[in-house]
């Protein structure tokens, strides 16, 4: 789905929403340490290593961060362009302890190493394993 236009004005007007919430924080002051979940997505190998080892998975578009939210899934950090994270306004006042670095989608890229084409990401804590014993009850 190609994503609409939106005129400067109402960037602006979108940007100003989110950027009031308390929990939102420009992403170039941001630490390292807190956007380390986000580096280097492009390598594979990293990530297949570093995101369980930290209990974490990445979210990878609103519509994914939604169906975790819904699945009880815990965020602990949003990072967001400031284009689209007013999509995500509700989420945001939803988790006012979970800090959301928004930024442009060049800083954005910076930062992951990629484009960001779908405008959010979520480092969402990875929920621990259903017991084959457990899964087999609801059966």
Known sequence: MKPKQLTPEQLAERSARVTAL???RPLSTAPSEATRFYTHLTDVKL???KEPEWGIYIA???KVIRRAL???H????FLMSEKWADD???VLQEHPDVPAFVGSEDE?????GFA?????LAAMARPEPVSLQTLLEGV
């Open 74 to 77: 815990r965020p602990l950090s």
């Open 108 to 112: 954005l890229e910076q930062v992951t």
């Open 60 to 62: 990878e578009s609103s």
């Open 116 to 120: 960001l084409h779908r405008g959010a």
């Open 47 to 49: 990530r297949s290593v």
């Open 22 to 24: 308390p929990n939102t």
């Open 88 to 90: 995500l306004i509700d």
């Open 70 to 72: 819904a699945a009880g």
